[in-house]
């Protein structure tokens, strides 16, 4: 990577001024926002895929043919685009409903009230937490049109209270809630995608393990004056091994890279969307896409969303598992441990680039 141009973030000024106060007070976004790749006008007009829905019950069903069924098409969702919509994933309803309504109200407060809750900057680009957006480490860095709410759910002794709003007053009991009932899916899903695979179940199962990373990201999108110049957030694939996201239940957004096209997801209020992330792919050989995926803004309505991203433990090496490399299929990705791809990752991130592209062989 060239780090010539790195900037090293040192103080809260650089972390990047809250959009919303942006979208209140100026009409055109600031030179620092404005997209710069060759990408058409990104447009909502995109054309919509019906994205494979698969049921987590019938992953469990008495029935070995609908087991076997499902699998499959789990299977081929994962290797085709990487992407799928859960149903079935018992996380009740009142739940999300819950989840939402505490994410709209603590983004609702005054920007003086959420600063309490600001990233605090100690030296390093990963693992941070707290309300804010993107670090600043570049000058040529282009800035999402997103602030966040960026909190460690595990391991549980990570978690930073403090920065589990207390306002509203049930942020932190739904946000527990709701963590609780999306690690029971989550674990579902690593268990069959490793089977899918004829891998030991426990192969990918890493992530919901005690000591194993979750990350909460509360994504909060005013509108932009020019949605067409700037990204919700820029296009990206996640970091983790999965990634869970709740969208919001009314504004779309969301595009998803398949086969060199941007293709719009739809919203299905109870589906939770799951993303196959880099470590998977590294794990999976390749077999399992991480795909890149992007958010748009809009100049009306503001959108609201929440990313949980289970990552392997910190100390556990990310590699391709020897039973899916052979003569037709070598190995494709470097051995690397979690935490230092996470740290490769972050800066890529932030650079507008991919951390896959650096661990290939
Ligand atoms: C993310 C992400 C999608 C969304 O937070 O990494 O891709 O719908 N979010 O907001
Ligand atoms: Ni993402």
């Known amino acids: 990577m060239d780090s010539g141009s790195l900037v090293q973030p040192q103080d809260p000024t650089l972390l990047a001024?809250?959009?919303e106060e942006l979208s209140i007070n100026c009409d055109e976004p600031p030179p620092s926002f404005i997209r710069r790749d060759d990408d058409d006008t990104p447009t909502n007009e995109s054309p919509s895929l019906?994205?494979?829905?698969?049921d987590l019950h019938l992953l469990s069903s008495s029935s070995s043919t609908a087991r076997e069924k499902e699998l499959e098409k789990l299977k081929l969702a994962f290797t085709s685009?990487?992407?799928?919509l859960a149903i079935g994933h018992d996380i009740p309803s009142s739940v999300l409903d819950?989840?939402?309504k505490v994410s709209k109200a603590f983004f609702a407060q005054p920007v003086e009230e959420?600063?309490?809750y600001s990233v605090k900057y100690e030296g390093k680009v990963t693992f941070l937490q707290g309300y804010g957006n993107d670090l600043i480490i570049s000058d040529e860095q282009v800035i999402e049109w997103s602030d966040r709410l960026f909190l460690v759910v595990k391991?549980?002794?990570?978690r930073d209270y403090h920065l589990w709003s207390d306002n509203p007053t049930d942020f932190r009991d739904v946000l527990g809630e709701y963590s609780m009932k999306a690690h029971l899916a989550a674990e579902i899903i690593l268990k069959s995608m490793s089977k899918s695979l004829g891998l030991e179940e426990k192969f990918f199962v890493?992530?919901?393990e005690e000591n194993a990373y979750t990350f909460a990201r509360f994504n909060y999108f005013p509108p932009s004056s020019r949605p067409d110049l700037v990204y919700g957030i820029k296009p990206h694939s996640d970091g983790g091994a999965i990634t869970l996201v709740l969208q919001d239940k009314d504004v779309g957004g969301l595009q998803v890279l398949k086969d060199g096209q941007w293709i719009n997801v739809p919203i299905v209020p109870d589906a939770v969307l799951v993303f196959v992330a880099d470590q998977v792919e590294i794990m999976s050989n390749g077999v399992f896409k991480s795909p890149v995926h992007r958010v748009l803004t809009n100049s009306e309505r503001k959108r609201f969303s929440l990313a949980m991203f289970y990552g392997m433990e910190n100390g556990k090496y990310l590699e391709p598992a020897a039973d899916l490399i052979s003569e037709t299929?070598?190995?494709l990705y470097k051995k690397i441990k979690a935490e230092d791809y996470g740290e490769i990752y972050a800066k890529q991130y932030l650079l507008g680039k991919r951390g896959i592209d650096l661990v290939r062989l």
């Open 81 to 84: 685009c990487g992407f799928l």
């Open 50 to 54: 019906s994205i494979p829905v698969i």
């Open 98 to 100: 819950d989840i939402r």
């Open 17 to 19: 001024k809250r959009v």
């Open 155 to 158: 391991p549980k002794e990570q």
């Open 329 to 331: 299929t070598p190995r």
């Open 114 to 116: 959420k600063n309490k």
């Open 206 to 208: 890493n992530p919901v």
